[in-house]
């Protein structure tokens, strides 16, 4: 088949809504996007287990602390499947790490902020799980095969992720003022973090057009950081809590509530590097990928040592 053809056929199949497999014809971008969105999303899961790693051991009881360690074990297996589903775009997962830890490769911005204090715990599983639900379900009807089929487990344990968040907050918000201070002073601190995960402003995306017309992204940044808005604000009101933004109402025309702006400035330095945990993080992560290395020349010495 000729290259023209293979990109029509190509076309073809998306607007069919067929799977891409790994070994089928793909342009050269719709590679490049995936190996960008996937390892900036296995990254961010990987990334993602240091907030929560770190209250591991401070855990109020045994039962929470067993499930926040199962928690934080599903979220290294999330990063594992999506780091798979990347090496099947013919890209190496050494050369993934080394972008990470090298500082080139992006991450999720909302795991450059502290967790300061047990409440945290409930404010990451309810907003931080809440929306990747949100942005990550319609990922399960992704283009790519192993994208997409790696995404049906994720978001089953994602559901469990969110409600151990939100069950956290509600004990503590039926529990004593200081208590109910404590989430509420959780929720203030992740509220906005939570709702720049969903990426720039429709207008500021880069990637968006060309990644809906590939059916890799089937809503909008800025449409689902809407639905977001609109699944939460009734959980809060549950809770008893007050979102922190004095210009969230209620618009009937719409039919979902309106929000205040954005501090994009924010955004862009946490994505830059500059946000308050950007350097912890990292070093983090080379400090595992360092003490790891015995682990990994033991096995390769295996696996030479038992194929010969
Ligand atoms: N942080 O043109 P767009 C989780 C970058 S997993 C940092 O709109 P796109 C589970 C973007 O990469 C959370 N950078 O990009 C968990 C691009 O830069 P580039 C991660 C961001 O790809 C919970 C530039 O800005 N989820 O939470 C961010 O079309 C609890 C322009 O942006 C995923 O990765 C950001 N927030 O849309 C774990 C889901 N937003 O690459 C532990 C899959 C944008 O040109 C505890 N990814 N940028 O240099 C996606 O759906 C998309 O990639 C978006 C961004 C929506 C994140």
């Known amino acids: 088949m000729s290259a023209a053809a293979s990109e029509r056929n190509f076309e073809e199949r998306i607007a069919r809504d067929e799977k891409i497999e790994p070994n089928d014809f793909m342009p050269d971008t719709y590679r490049h996007t995936l190996i960008r969105q996937i390892s900036q999303h296995a990254h961010s899961e990987i990334v993602g287990m240091l907030p929560e790693g770190n209250w591991i051991t401070r855990a109020p009881t045994l039962k929470r602390k067993a499930i926040l360690l199962a928690k934080v074990q599903d ?67 992704t283009s790519y095969g192993p994208y997409a089929r790696a995404m049906v487990r994720i978001c089953k344990e994602e559901s469990f ?18 208590q109910k201070a404590m989430a509420q002073d959780a929720l ?17 995306s880069t990637h968006t057009e060309q990644s809906m017309r590939w059916k890799i992204k089937r809503f909008t940044n800025d449409e689902l950081r809407q639905r977001f808005v609109d699944m939460t604000k009734p959980q809060a009101d549950l809770l008893g809590l007050t979102i922190p933004d004095p210009d969230l109402k209620w618009n009937e025309e719409k039919q979902g509530y309106d929000f205040g702006e954005i501090n994009w400035d924010e955004f862009w330095q946490v994505v830059k590097g500059n946000g308050p945990c950007n350097f912890e993080r990292i070093e983090a992560r080379k400090k595992a990928w360092e003490d790891g290395a015995w682990v990994r020349e033991a096995a390769s010495e295996y696996a030479r040592k038992y194929s010969s």
């Open 75 to 141: 979220e290294a297996g999330h990063g594992l499947y999506l780091y798979s589903a990347c090496e099947t775009l013919g890209v190496d997962r050494d050369r993934l790490y080394e972008e990470l830890h090298s500082g080139k490769a992006k991450y999720s911005s909302i795991f450059n902020y502290p967790s300061l204090t047990w409440a945290d715990m409930g404010a990451i599983g309810w907003l931080v799980d809440g929306a990747a639900i949100m942005n990550q379900v319609p990922l399960c009807r």
């Open 161 to 178: 992720h969110q409600r151990q968040g939100y069950d956290i907050l509600l004990s503590l918000c039926r529990g004593s003022a200081e």
């Open 188 to 204: 203030n601190r992740w509220w906005w973090p939570s709702l720049m995960m969903f990426g720039p402003t429709d207008k500021d």
